[in-house]
Every structure is written in structure tokens, then in C-alpha cells.
């Protein structure tokens, strides 16, 4: 019984403190365009960088929360950040910029390249090899860090807006009119695979040798290494997407809008992201953990997904009383679907939460917190980042609350 008064003491505690969640702006201490973050995901996901309009470059070293502005080499503007590792890096811009450091971004040097086109996406496989894309379907190609760029063919005058190498001899490079290009000899031969759509594609991303997703004036989805694409659904100008796994991903874009799936774009949620300027780049570390930057010096970060991710209306039918179901698996590892019954009078909606808190009581996650119709839902949580261990989780709507336990066995 003490145990018990003990666990509502800390939701007391835990309900009337001011935890944010969701996706929280940063300062970054600049109001320029930041164009494309990177965080080596080799290293320990405290290191990252932001590069932007006016040769901007800004430096975490702890998880983001704060940045600093490095010495830059080039006062163009840069479109794209790439990192092989936490110290050695590469940024590609206009009139053909690319610049490079080796120790982290303490020293920036300016690497020479055949082209004054403007340069849109950098990418590297590996330490040595590495492509850039950009206007009049420009690619350069490197073996040797960049010490020497080299131009390819592309097969096309388009814009290239982005490129991923899923392997030292596969790539996609996806642009304009709906340009989409893959090679399979390191770039020495590119033949186009463009599906029907037509509309500028800004962001391409490969989970996996086979899957992966374009984003622009529309969403695609292939399964086979980019030979063929579907359209996914989506109203918006998405300008970058990113997936920590084949299933769970998010994509950003114009007036703030970020949107997050987790069954690998079938279905795609709106996040709020507390802002209207435009958002260029995602990446995320972790599941979980995730950064965004956009125009006006905007940085936003998340340490929980982004807050509702993948909830679903399972049901209709209208149940007579609120209930929160057992999570199954449970015991679980590292994932748990949740169902809970929602039962609002007359007056329609209410706003709905479900909460998930560690064995002191702390508040770890905000799976739901909107207004949501009559019905029954279903939501995933997963604790990729989280320790095993007891943990709980609550459904709250006006005077209604109910909390069951459950178990994360790593």
C-alpha cells in the first residue's frame, strides 16, 4: 500500500512540473537559413553540425541543447553537411563550394572542384569516396576525400537536389521534374528510373539496401532498391526525410510542418512543431532522439519522437467508458502497442493523454496528447533508448485516468 501512495505522490509531482516534450526550439545563435544538420551516428549522438546560408557552420557537442558558430572559410551559402565521422567532414554550396575539415570542424579548408554550379547534396560512403549533386544535373565524385573532385555523367540537365549511396556501387540522386537516377558502378553509369510524378523531388533516404523514400511535391516508397517507386500520401512540400529504421521515420518541410510515420509511410501523422519557418533538414540519432533545422536560425529537437507518433483509430464503434488495455507483448523488447477506449459525452471531443512513466514516477514519454473522437485507438511505443526495467503508463481525459504497468526486458 506505501508503494502505492508513493507511485501517485511522484504522478502528483510529475503532472504539475513543466517536462516538455514533443519537438522543442533551440537557440542557435544565428537568423540564418540553416539548410542541413548532421550528427555522426558512429559517434556518441552528442557530437553534430549545421551549415546554412552566409557559410554558416554551428558545433553541439552535447546532444544539440548547445551550438556554437565555427570559423568558416567561405561566405556562400552552404546546402549540405556531410560527416564520415565526429571529425571529418565536407560542405557543399553555391558556385560550386565545397569545403572540408579533418579535426572537427576547428579548421575549415576550401577544396577545389570543376564546377561553379550550385552544389545541393553532399554524400560519402566512406572516409575516401564520395559524390555531390547539384544544378544542370552536375555530380562530382571523389576517391580521395575530396582532394581532387572529378565530374560524372549524369544523363540529364535537371536540378539534382539530393544523393545516397546505399553502397560503394549504389546510388540514388533524386531533383527536378521529378528526376529520379541510380547507378550501380560508383556513379561511372547513371540510367534513370523517374516514375510518373513530376514534381521536384528535394530529399532521398535509404534505410536499407532495398527501402527507401524520396520526398518533394509528393512521397515515394520503393522496396527494391529504387528500380520501381509507389506515391505515398501527403499534401505538403517536404524538403527532407529520414528513417532510424525500415518502419519508424519523419519528413519536414514548408510552414513547419513535420510529419512522422511508423509503419514506413503508409500512414503519416502531423507533429506539432511550435513554428512556421520552413524546415530543410531532419536527422535523428535514435529512435527517439531527433533534430531539426530550417530558415531563420531554426533548430528544434526531440527526445521523444516528436510526441504522437503512429496512433490509430482501430474502431469506430463508440464505447459506453474510457478503458486502457494491457500493452501486448508484455513483457516486451524493445517495442509495446498500447489500446485505450475513448468515451466523450455530447459535447464532442475532449483532449486525450497517455503518458509513460519510470518506477520513480518521472515522466519519460507523451505518447498522445490531443483532441480525439469517440473510438478505440492504438499506439506503439518504442524503448529503444530506455533502460529495462518497470515502467507505467496512464490515460488521463477530464476527471477520467487509469495507469497499468508493464515490463521492458532488454
Known amino acids: 500500500m506505501k508503494k502505492e501512495y508513493l507511485f501517485l505522490f511522484f504522478l502528483f509531482i510529475v503532472q504539475h512540473s513543466n517536462l516538455q516534450s514533443g519537438w522543442v526550439q533551440i537557440t542557435s545563435g544565428t537568423s540564418s537559413s540553416l539548410n542541413s544538420v548532421y550528427f555522426p551516428i558512429t559517434g556518441s549522438g552528442n557530437i553534430g553540425y549545421s551549415a546554412g546560408n552566409g557559410g554558416t557552420i554551428l558545433f553541439t557537442s552535447n546532444a544539440g541543447n548547445n551550438w556554437t558558430l565555427q570559423s568558416s572559410p567561405t561566405g556562400n551559402n552552404l546546402n549540405s553537411i556531410f560527416f564520415s565521422s565526429p571529425l571529418s567532414g565536407w560542405a557543399a554550396g553555391i558556385n560550386g563550394t565545397i569545403i572540408y575539415t579533418t579535426n572537427g570542424g576547428i579548421n575549415w579548408a576550401a577544396q577545389t572542384t570543376p564546377t561553379t554550379e550550385i552544389l545541393y547534396s553532399i554524400f560519402f560512403i566512406n572516409q575516401l569516396t564520395g559524390w555531390s549533386v547539384g544544378a544542370s544535373g552536375t555530380i562530382l565524385y571523389t576517391s580521395n576525400s575530396g582532394t581532387n573532385w572529378s565530374t560524372q555523367n549524369s544523363g540529364s540537365g535537371d536540378y539534382l537536389r539530393s544523393v545516397f549511396f546505399t553502397s560503394s556501387s ?36 535509404f534505410a536499407s539496401l532495398s527501402t527507401g523514400w524520396a520526398v518533394g511535391f509528393g512521397s515515394l516508397y520503393t522496396t527494391n532498391g529504387g528500380n520501381n517507386w509507389s506515391l505515398q500520401s501527403g499534401s505538403g512540400i517536404y524538403f527532407s526525410v529520414y528513417f532510424p529504421s525500415a518502419s519508424t521515420g519523419w519528413r519536414v518541410g514548408a510552414s513547419g510542418i513535420i510529419e512522422a510515420t511508423t509503419n514506413s509511410g503508409n500512414l503519416w501523422t502531423i507533429q506539432i512543431s511550435n513554428t512556421s519557418n520552413w524546415l530543410y533538414s531532419v536527422i535523428f540519432t535514435s529512435i527517439n532522439t531527433g533534430y531539426v533545422t530550417g530558415e531563420n536560425g531554426t533548430i528544434l529537437k526531440t527526445t521523444d519522437g516528436g510526441g504522437i507518433v503512429g496512433i490509430k483509430q482501430i474502431s469506430e464503434e463508440i464505447p459506453d467508458k474510457f478503458k486502457l488495455k494491457q500493452n501486448y507483448p508484455n513483457p516486451f523488447n524493445p517495442a509495446t502497442k498500447i489500446r485505450f477506449a475513448v468515451a466523450i459525452d455530447s459535447r464532442g471531443n475532449d483532449n486525450v493523454m497517455l503518458k509513460i512513466y519510470d518506477i520513480l514516477g518521472k515522466e519519460v514519454a507523451t505518447l498522445v496528447n490531443e483532441q480525439l473522437k469517440r473510438g478505440t485507438y492504438e499506439i506503439e511505443w518504442n524503448a529503444f533508448d530506455y533502460p529495462s526495467g518497470l515502467y507505467y503508463y496512464r490515460l488521463i481525459s477530464g476527471k477520467f485516468t487509469e495507469t497499468k504497468k508493464m515490463v521492458l526486458i532488454k
Open 170 to 205: 549504389t546510388g540514388i540522386s533524386v531533383g527536378r521534374n521529378g528526376r529520379i537516377i541510380k547507378t550501380t558502378s560508383s556513379g561511372l553509369n547513371w540510367f534513370d528510373v523517374s516514375p510518373f510524378l513530376t514534381s521536384t523531388l528535394y530529399s532521398v533516404y
